[in-house]
């Protein structure tokens, strides 16, 4: 069955620091992976995307990811955080084929910053 | 453009009532979409339309309706609303499917049934 799976429920992270949010997946063919996140009171924005290609991918707001297929992985990425960047983060999987063409997501990751 | 626009922002409703949550998109996309999002559940698909005049169910259809009558609007209708309906309803469209297209979202509609 298809899946995402983000172990992390709630992330803190100091302002400056870098930061990694995990994201596993379960899919049988090639996956296309994105990352989106949504601001409090906000709906959701697109981050990055992966289809193939290059593996380490890069977003908006200085964000990356990589794809890493022996780990089923797609992991996000910054190298500082700015208090701007939390938010809650989702990955997802892009479910397609014959009448199904839809994401699905994963439970979501809430990153908090300190100053 | 305006992107996809929701209304209400916020409403209650009492157990039983019906209402209709509103949702446009200004972009020509063929693909629109509803979710709820509940905490740590993350976003799940209600329904789903590939074009006027057709739609599908998604993970969550029971205690909804929706009609495509037109590219730009989406509704979605609750009838006889039950607790298990409180959530926030986000709207979103895409050119093509969601899949392996970006998906634009409205800001969502918060709902409380009590």
């Known amino acids: 069955a298809q899946s995402v799976t983000q172990p992390d429920i709630h992330i803190t992270v100091s302002e400056g620091a870098s930061l990694e949010l995990r994201c596993n997946y379960s899919?049988?063919?090639?996956?296309?992976l994105f990352w989106y996140v949504q601001s409090p009171g906000q709906g959701l924005q697109l981050l990055l995307k992966y289809f193939s290609g290059d593996t380490l991918v890069q977003g908006i707001k200085g964000f990356e990811a990589e794809f890493k297929r022996s780990q089923s992985s797609f992991n996000l990425r910054k190298p500082s955080v700015h208090w701007s960047d939390a938010a809650e983060y989702f990955c997802a999987v892009g479910a397609r084929g014959g009448a199904t063409n839809k994401l699905i997501f994963g439970t979501g990751t809430l990153l908090a910053v300190q100053p | 453009n305006a992107g996809v626009t929701q209304t209400p922002k916020f409403r209650i409703l009492k157990i039983g009532q019906s209402m209709t949550l509103q949702c446009t998109q200004d972009?020509?996309?063929?693909?629109m979409y509803w979710y709820r999002q509940d905490p740590g559940m993350g976003l799940k698909l209600i329904y789903y339309s590939v074009g006027a005049g057709i739609t599908d169910k998604g993970e969550v259809p029971n205690g909804y309706n929706v009609s495509r009558s037109t590219t730009e609007d989406f509704p979605l209708r609750l009838e006889l609303a039950a607790p298990s309906q409180t959530s926030v309803y986000f709207c979103?469209?895409?050119?093509?499917?969601?899949?392996?297209?970006?998906?634009?979202f409205g800001p969502g509609t918060r709902l409380t049934v009590l």
């Open positions: 899919y049988g063919a090639t996956p296309y």
């Open positions: 972009m020509n996309h063929n693909y």
């Open positions: 979103a469209s895409s050119y093509e499917g969601a899949g392996d297209n970006e998906q634009f």
